[in-house]
């Protein structure tokens, strides 16, 4: 194979390659020979084409280093990518990443690369003849083989193998592939697909000065109309401007443009532009707020940590507290001493409200990083960012891998929440990335929320992090006063309220006033579920152990975790009935009752369902803003970081939702949404109110809710945590094994819990299961889990990796002995999971 290197002299380099793979086996570096023409472009960070064993695959470098001592070495084929992807001390964070969620160091590299720039090598085939000559002039072509050449007909080009076996219907014999090759009729080769976002060049137009000599002298009066249009246009607009926009503003044809090159009074360039996501928006000016003495005093101690080199905050402040401000003016001193600064929101509803602030105060300096974002205009912030021209990202989880350069403050907002958990591997929690990230830079990290997680209050308490208190709201305005309306009342008199008299009453009263107000549920659709009515047959996912929730809008019958959806007519399959009761309240549901009850309240909804397309969450947010609606109606998007101050009433349709999911955090859950959602009432100058419907009021999570009274609830938490051992007080790591067959998810995950009891050390640790999951049957597999309670401070990382390692080794066996495909059995690790379902 090429790229082999028998005796390599005392002036090559090599490096360490990690190739960009999941499996486990490859999650080790591997030398390669930087050949002479690459030595100036290849970097620590770089993404390269690298030989292994038959095929070609990216990798990224990981350093230099000396010559070993092998006998061959193969070269670097390619750099794929310029610049480097990441720096040293991305790949520091990178690997403790690795380390730490027992993931592999290429998936946590995949963090940092930039957005729609990771790739892969594709395997291609390409006819090297005329493809319909070949069916005409060679009758004697096996069947197969003129599939084959079918396909690449049909397609007009090269396709990949998977391409390729979709063409064929999902057959792809080896065998007749193989002899096209050899008969010269096709070809197989390795590509990289270009990238999926790239930059943009654009064609602008200058007036030279000829031109504007043209249009000032006598040669003026011998101009064509359109020419000296397009000149005065050009000038008008500061004699350089995009070409497009030119031949739109003056409305001139392309032979007029050229006319005016060729005289040498126009001159064409080609440069970069950035895509702006906000380009259409406009961001009023936000005035510097001045601090009460509780910000004062935290501003103060941020700045100082800033100036000694990092530290950890925990700013607890009520809703209301002005902990925003307190990030702005942190950020302005950070920037100040020539910092830069990030700050991480949970929810992309929030982010609208976040860069309308920021970017009011902070101007252009701020970049915005989410899933939201087409894949260019990310790319393009992330590359904004990387050449300095942003100091101030905001963004969700992922942006914490932003590659800002002299990193001094990194802000966590709402920093309870569990969306700062990623859910696929690597399954990292951005809290404790932050607090990584933080140390290597010398960053301050400064952790907010008015109610935070139960790990965090834990940590204060311990020392890990410094506390910063804001007991009272901005201006001394008073927290909303909280009722609870006891539900079971309207069930005892047979009724099924949906909303209370006292919740209708108080929306009435609100209409007549006209202010505004927020109802909660954190559940969309119309119905949890449809029940027939002849024989009690709930309709459940075909998929998915759950039922499958009804959408009126459609309608249709839908699973939350496959999207697999059911469309009617809905006939029970047990009795063949099409009369059906719906059970359980969803968004939609109270949308419809308050249109039915209250029509004169316009509302907006804003859940999964209405915010799906692009910039909803800001356009359905501006609506309520600018007073189109008077109620806003959602699911947890709506539950926190809201700052509308008119909105003077809240209404919680049903305070239980979460204390119903079979985990251990349910009631840390409620308190915290409870708390939230009531804060966004009463931050304006009129006082606010919380109305709360629940079935159980006397649950310890709804009662410190409603006296505001947190250190109750966590000192309650924490005593059934410390009895039960749950986080804080030990970590845990959680073991799916799923299969589509039940028998080997159950045979895989007995294998892995033995395995590990083996290797879990008397008194640091504790295997638990396995069972069935919560969830047991997910997107057509079956889920056995067991848990891993790690009881020592050191932790358990290397015996669960190599416990792993093992469970890799026995599952390749155990797949050949039963004929199985591999990925017909998983093992997802999930280490310090915030659920257990």
């Given amino acids: 194979m090429p790229g082999i290197r028998e005796e390599p002299s005392d002036a090559e380099r090599f490096v360490d390659v990690v190739i960009d793979a999941p499996a486990r086996q490859l999650d080790r570096p591997f030398t390669y020979r930087v050949p002479p023409e690459l030595a100036t472009r290849v970097e620590t960070g770089s993404m390269v084409l690298v030989p292994l064993q038959k095929r070609l695959q990216v990798g990224y470098v990981l350093c230099f280093r000396t010559r070993p001592e092998l006998p061959s070495i193969k070269d670097v084929q390619a750099v794929v990518d310029e610049p480097p992807a990441f720096d040293d001390s991305m790949l520091e964070l990178c690997t403790w990443i690795a380390e730490r969620y027992l993931c592999t160091l290429s998936q946590a590299l995949r963090l940092v690369i930039p957005p729609g720039r990771a790739r892969k090598v594709v395997e291609v085939v390409e006819p090297l003849v005329d493809v319909r000559e070949a069916l005409d002039a060679l009758p004697e072509l096996s069947g197969r083989k003129k599939e084959i050449l079918r396909a690449l007909s049909r397609s007009g080009g090269p396709l990949t193998i998977p391409e390729l076996r979709e063409a064929l219907g999902g057959r792809l014999a080896s065998a007749p592939l193989k002899e096209l090759e050899e008969e010269g009729i096709v070809v197989r080769r390795y590509v990289v697909p270009k990238p999926k976002a790239s930059r943009i060049r654009i064609r602008v137009a200058e007036i030279t000065a000829a031109g504007k000599g043209a249009l000032a002298g006598e040669e003026s009066a011998h101009l064509t109309h359109a020419r000296r249009h397009l000149l005065q246009v050009l000038l008008e607009h500061g004699g350089r401007m995009r070409l497009a926009d030119l031949q739109r503003a003056s409305r001139t044809s392309s032979s007029v443009v050229r006319g005016c090159v060729e005289s040498g009074w126009v001159r064409l360039d080609v440069e970069e532009r950035l895509r702006d996501p906000f380009a259409e928006r406009s961001f009023p000016d936000v005035p510097r707020h001045t601090l009460d003495p509780h910000q004062e005093e935290a501003l103060r101690r941020i700045v100082a940590a800033l100036e000694d080199g990092g530290g950890v905050f925990l700013l607890q402040g009520v809703t209301g507290s002005g902990k925003t401000e307190v990030y702005l003016h942190a950020i302005e001193h950070a920037l100040g001493m020539g910092r830069t600064a990030m700050v991480l929101v949970p929810e992309i509803a929030l982010t609208p409200q ?46 914490l891998f932003a590659p800002l350069r002299h990193l001094g403050l990194i802000v966590i907002d709402e920093e309870h929440e569990t969306t700062y958990k990623e859910g696929s591997p690597p399954r990292y929690h951005a809290r404790e990335v932050a607090r990584k990230r933080a140390e290597l830079s010398g960053a301050v990290l400064v952790l907010g929320s008015a109610t935070p997680s139960l790990e965090s209050h834990h940590d204060m308490r311990n020392g890990r992090c410094a506390p910063l208190v804001l007991p009272s709201r901005v201006d001394g305005r008073p927290l909303p006063g909280m009722e609870l309306v006891d539900m079971r009342e309207f069930n005892a008199q047979g009724e099924r309220a949906i909303l209370s008299p006292r919740l209708l009453n108080s929306l009435a009263q609100l209409h007549r006033s006209g202010e505004q107000a927020i109802l909660f549920l954190n559940r969309r659709g119309f119905a949890s579920f449809l029940q027939c009515r002849g024989c009690g047959h709930i309709f459940r996912c075909r998929d998915c152990s759950v039922s499958l929730c009804y959408h009126a809008r459609g309608p249709y019958l839908l699973c939350h975790h496959c999207n697999w959806a059911l469309r009617p007519p809905f006939v029970c399959p047990q009795c063949g009935n099409r009369v059906h009761r719906y059970a359980g309240v969803g968004t939609e549901r109270v949308e419809e009752e308050l249109r039915k009850l209250l029509p004169v309240l316009k509302c907006l909804r804003m859940d999964a369902d209405t915010t799906s397309r692009k910039n909803a969450h800001w356009d359905i947010l501006e609506a309520f803003r600018r007073g189109d609606a008077q109620v806003l109606l959602g699911t947890q998007m709506i539950a926190k970081g809201l700052d509308i101050p008119s909105v003077t009433l809240v209404g919680v349709i049903n305070a239980d939702t979460s204390l119903a999911f079979p985990d251990f955090r349910a009631g840390e859950r409620t308190y915290q949404l409870l708390t939230q959602v009531s804060g966004r009432a009463g931050r304006g100058d009129l006082p606010g109110k919380v109305i709360v419907q629940t079935y159980c009021p006397e649950h310890y999570a709804i009662q410190a809710a409603l006296r505001s009274d947190p250190e109750s609830f966590y000192s309650q938490e924490l005593q059934f945590r410390r009895e039960a051992m749950y986080p804080p007080f030990c970590r845990l790591a959680n073991l799916v094994v799923s299969s589509p067959l039940e028998e080997h998810a159950r045979c895989a995950a007995e294998a892995l819990s033995e395995d590990l009891r083996s290797r879990v050390p008397h008194g640091r640790g504790v295997v638990l299961g396995p069972a069935p999951a919560p969830l047991s049957r997910l997107k057509g597999r079956y889920r056995y889990h067991l848990t891993l309670k790690i009881l020592h401070p050191r932790g358990l990382e290397e015996e669960l990796r190599a416990g792993i390692r093992a469970f890799e080794g026995w599952r390749s066996s155990f797949c050949r002995r039963e004929g199985i495909a591999p990925e017909d059995l998983s093992l997802a690790v999930d280490v310090d999971p915030v659920t257990l379902l």
């Fill in 354 to 399: 976040m860069v309308q602030r920021f970017k009011g105060r902070l101007g252009e300096e701020v970049a915005v990083l989410h899933s939201r974002l087409g894949l260019g205009e990310r790319y393009d912030q992330w590359r904004g960012i990387k050449e300095g021209r942003y100091r101030v990202v905001i963004g969700a989880r992922s942006a």
